[in-house]
């Protein structure tokens, strides 16, 4: 639970679906507990706006909050598109409040940019950005500006992924060395808005969803990826553009472990769950060896009634994202997607409060100490502890666009990607 006593006013840019389904939800109900106050939501256009406000799952929830739409849904036509007042609406903002990056994955640099130019904190949906060499100026601008920048990996607030971590680094469960992951979005995703940009040209399932285990697995063990690989299946959207519909990756680590990532948008319309889910990480210590199972969509609830309403039977996942009563007024949110946006608020809440009435040479200074401490502690993603999540990112594309040619990841002095070389196979003898 946040514990804030300083309320900061929160601009959300993108009102689709993750702004419907878990940020929005969450960041209302900061609001209800008083750490947020007034709420702004930009979109490209009107419609998207609507849907949010008069949408019944968030009135059953949230039956007396709001938020004030730009463009005004009711004084504009659906079609008038607004791709700019974002800008206005953020820079309108008293500094040092808060921002909320829900838009396309291309776009979230821009309005980064914005965000940090009219001094404020972030809170962006994952990726952060698509080039490494974007998020170190994102990170070295905020730096400067002593503003937190969270990027919204919330698997790594699900109990399961922090008690793996917690053993793992009490060196409780070996070394990792080999392991599978798994993350297939549902079929009805084709039919979305993603047609129209999860192109070829733009990105594919690898770059759009492998982000997830790969970070997580980095988040647990510490080991950073050093070389990637990736297949790509192309298949078409019903409009007829085309995608890595399916990929299937390899990223090895610095330790020579490597894991194999599957990626898609196609789980079964019909399936009992919301997606496919998990991830098996094999280790090894000495002379013994260790494992971490974690079936991530089966999470042991079943529900079921052969209704005429086309429900049947569910295998709802319990632990992302669930509105439930615990009395009191509408709904509650629980589960790591509302921890995951709860926590992030409130490390910018606290870098307020522990600087407010300080002369701005000590603010800056104690700002940047807790920025530090953040990415020193890595709980929260930041462009400093995550940016090797845009360098897999990179090298994903760049193989995946030449056949699943191998990406070799450098860091030190100057971090980047280049085709491994083709004549520098291990020899193993003869
Ligand atoms: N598991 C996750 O972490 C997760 C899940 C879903 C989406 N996401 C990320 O969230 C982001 C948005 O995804 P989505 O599924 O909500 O997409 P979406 O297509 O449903 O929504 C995008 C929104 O951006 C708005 N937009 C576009 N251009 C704009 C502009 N110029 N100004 C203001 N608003 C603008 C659109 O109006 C729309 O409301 C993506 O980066 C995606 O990768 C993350």
């Not at 130019?117 to 952060?128: E, F, G, I, S, T």
């Not at 030449?402 to 990406?407: A, F, K, L, Q």
């Not at 100057?414 to 196979?425: C, L, M, Q, S, V």
Request: with cysteine; glycine share 10%; aromatic share 10%.
């Amino acid at each position: 639970m946040p514990t804030a006593d300083r309320r900061l006013d929160v601009v959300m840019v993108g009102g689709g679906m993750i702004t419907h389904d878990q940020l929005l939800p969450s960041i209302y109900q900061l609001q209800r507990l008083g750490a947020v106050g007034e709420i702004s939501i930009c979109a490209l256009n009107g419609p998207p706006l609507r849907a949010l406000a008069t949408s019944p799952t968030l009135r059953e929830a949230f039956p007396r909050q709001t938020f004030t739409p730009y463009p005004d849904f009711n004084q504009v036509t659906d079609e008038e598109l607004f791709p700019h007042l974002y800008k206005e609406v953020v820079g309108d903002l008293p500094p040092r409040q808060c921002v909320v990056v829900a838009v396309p994955d291309q776009m979230h640099y821009e309005v980064l940019k914005v965000a940090l130019a009219a001094d404020q904190h972030v809170l962006c949906v994952k990726p952060l950005v698509l080039r490494y060499e974007q998020a170190v100026e994102i990170e070295k601008e905020a730096h400067q500006r002593g503003l937190v920048i969270g990027v919204e990996y919330h698997k790594r607030f699900d109990d399961r992924s922090l008690i793996a971590r917690h053993r793992y680094r009490a060196g409780q469960l070996g070394e990792f060395m080999a392991g599978q992951s798994r993350l297939v979005e549902p079929w009805y995703y084709r039919h979305s808005n993603f047609q129209n940009w999860l192109t070829l040209k733009n990105s594919d399932a690898f770059t759009y969803i492998g982000c997830h285990y790969v970070d997580l697995v980095a988040f647990i063990t510490g080991l950073r990826p050093v070389e990637v690989s990736v297949y790509g299946n192309v298949r078409k959207f019903p409009n007829g553009n085309e995608a890595f519909m399916w990929t299937d990756g390899r990223v090895v680590f610095e330790n020579g472990a490597c894991l194999n990532v599957l990626n898609g948008l196609g789980y079964l319309a019909d399936g009992p769950g919301g997606n496919s889910q998990g991830m098996r990480l094999f280790c090894e210590k000495g002379d013994r060896g260790g494992i971490i199972d974690h079936s991530d969509d089966f999470r042991g609830v079943k529900h079921g009634f052969d209704a005429a309403d086309g429900h049947g039977y569910q295998e709802p996942n319990p632990d992302f994202f669930r509105l439930i009563d615990l009395g009191g007024e509408g709904l509650t949110p629980v589960g790591y997607g509302y921890r995951s946006v709860a926590y992030t608020v409130n490390a910018m809440a606290r870098v307020e409060r522990e600087t407010a009435g300080l002369a701005e040479p000590q603010a800056l200074k104690k700002r940047q100490a807790l920025l530090q401490e953040y990415d020193r502690e890595g709980i929260m993603a930041t462009p400093k502890n995550s940016s090797y999540n845009e360098l897999v990112m990179e090298a994903g594309r760049l193989s995946i666009l030449h056949g699943g040619r191998h990406v070799v990841i450098r860091y030190g002095e100057r971090p980047g990607i280049a085709f491994k070389n083709e004549f520098e196979f291990p020899n193993y003898g003869d």
